[in-house]
Nanobody
Framework: VQLVESGGGLVQPGGSLRLSCAAS????????MGWSRQAPGKQRELVAT???????AYVDSVKGRFTISRDNAKNTVSLQMNSLKPEDTAVYSC???????????????WGQGTQVTVSS
C-alpha cells in the first residue's frame, strides 16, 4: 500500500492550505485514515483521524481550524487547514489503517510526508 501526499507549502499566518493523500496498491479495505505531524525537535502527534463511517477526531490544538474528510471510493483523505499559525509548521504525513486481503491483519501505512511552513 502506497500513500502519496500533496498540497504542502509556505503560507502566511492566518492563511489556509489543503493537504490531500491518495492510497493505492493491494487494498482490500481501509478503516481509519488520518494525518499526523512532526515539528523539528518535537514528538510526532496525531492531528486528525476519520473512520470509514465518517466520524472524526482532532487534537485540541487544531479543533475549529482543521477539517478532515475522505472519499472511500477513491481511497483518499484530505485535511483542510484554516487560520494557520506558526506553531502548525511541521512535516505532515497521512496514515491509513488497511487490510490487504480478506481476514488479514490491519496494518498502519504512512505517507512520505509533506512540509507545511507557516511564516510571514
Amino acid at each position: 500500500v502506497q500513500l502519496v501526499e500533496s498540497g504542502g507549502g509556505l503560507v502566511q499566518p492566518g492563511g489556509s492550505l489543503r493537504l490531500s493523500c491518495a492510497a493505492s496498491g493491494s487494498i482490500f479495505r481501509i478503516s481509519a485514515m488520518g494525518w499526523s505531524r512532526q515539528a523539528p525537535g518535537k514528538q510526532r502527534e496525531l492531528v486528525a483521524t476519520i473512520a470509514s463511517g465518517g466520524s472524526t477526531a482532532y487534537v485540541d490544538s487544531v479543533k475549529g481550524r482543521f477539517t478532515i474528510s475522505r472519499d472511500n471510493a477513491k481511497n483518499t483523505v484530505s485535511l483542510q487547514m484554516n487560520s494557520l499559525k506558526p506553531e502548525d509548521t511541521a512535516v505532515y504525513s497521512c496514515t491509513a489503517d488497511a487490510v490487504t486481503q480478506y481476514s488479514g491483519p490491519v496494518h498502519r501505512y504512512w505517507g512520505q510526508g509533506t512540509q507545511v511552513t507557516v511564516s510571514s
